[in-house]
T-cell receptor
Framework: GQSLEQPSEVTAVEGAIVQINCTYQ??????LSWYQQHDGGAPTFLSY????GLEETGRFSSFLSRSDSYGYLLLQELQMKDSASYFC???????????FGTGTRLTVIP | DAGITQSPRYKITETGRQVTLMCHQT?????MFWYRQDLGHGLRLIYY???????DKGEVPDGYVVSRSKTENFPLTLESATRSQTSVYFC???????????FGSGTRLTVV
């Protein structure tokens, strides 16, 4: 089976940087995605890593190390609107769907 | 309007009743998915479809039925609702199964 581990909660200060980690144990790993979900809303796609290294999209960056079965989402210049849940999700070779982690609730405080 | 829409937004039903949740997308995406979201479990896959008339079970399919006679529609039916099926249900679609899913707004289902 598959398993993903991410912290359940993280709190950070507005304007700061926060890193949300995700470790995975899977068979046939293909790539790692990140999704954001505000309370009462739908998950929205943030980023995808299939290769080792850092992908940057504005204030958000995502990193993957396939050898360590580890990735993280980095949020810079935190804003209050970044308060949300963040999910990592793995895609697997030979599978036509994503397997999601249980999510990290980020709270940004003034 | 282009997008993915789910209906109803909220639904209360009684134990034992049949209920159908609707999902419609306007992009002609090949892949469509149904996930349920419960506290502490994240998003769990119920069923998915790779194309019209092609469906497959996900992680938690028991008690659910799907069909996909048209590319744009992917309804989810609870044949005989149980309290354990109280959840938020999300439909999603994509052109590639590895990433970039677009989710609908969700249906909050309560079984009493």
């Amino acid at each position: 089976g598959q398993s993903l581990e991410q912290p359940s909660e993280v709190t950070a200060v507005e304007g700061a940087i926060v890193q949300i980690n995700c470790t995975y144990q899977t068979s046939g790993f293909y790539g790692l995605s990140w999704y954001q979900q505000h309370d009462g809303g739908a998950p929205t796609f943030l980023s995808y890593n299939a290769l080792d290294g850092l992908e940057e999209t504005g204030r958000f960056s995502s990193f993957l190390s396939r050898s360590d079965s580890y990735g993280y989402l980095l949020l810079q210049e935190l804003q209050m609107k970044d308060s949300a849940s963040y999910f990592c999700a793995v895609s697997l070779t030979g599978a036509n769907n994503l397997f999601f982690g249980t999510g990290t609730r980020l709270t940004v405080i003034p | 309007d282009a997008g993915i829409t789910q209906s109803p937004r909220y639904k209360i039903t009684e134990t034992g009743r049949q209920v159908t949740l609707m999902c419609h997308q306007t992009w002609s995406h090949s892949y469509m998915f149904w996930y349920r979201q419960d506290l502490g479990h994240g998003l769990r896959l119920i069923y998915y479809s790779a194309a019209a008339d092609i469906t497959d079970k996900g992680e938690v399919p028991d008690g659910y039925v799907v069909s996909r006679s048209k590319t744009e529609n992917f309804p989810l039916t609870l044949e005989s609702a149980t309290r354990s099926q109280t959840s938020v249900y999300f439909c999603a679609s994509t052109t590639t199964t590895n990433y970039g899913y677009t989710f609908g707004s969700g249906t909050r289902l309560t079984v009493v």
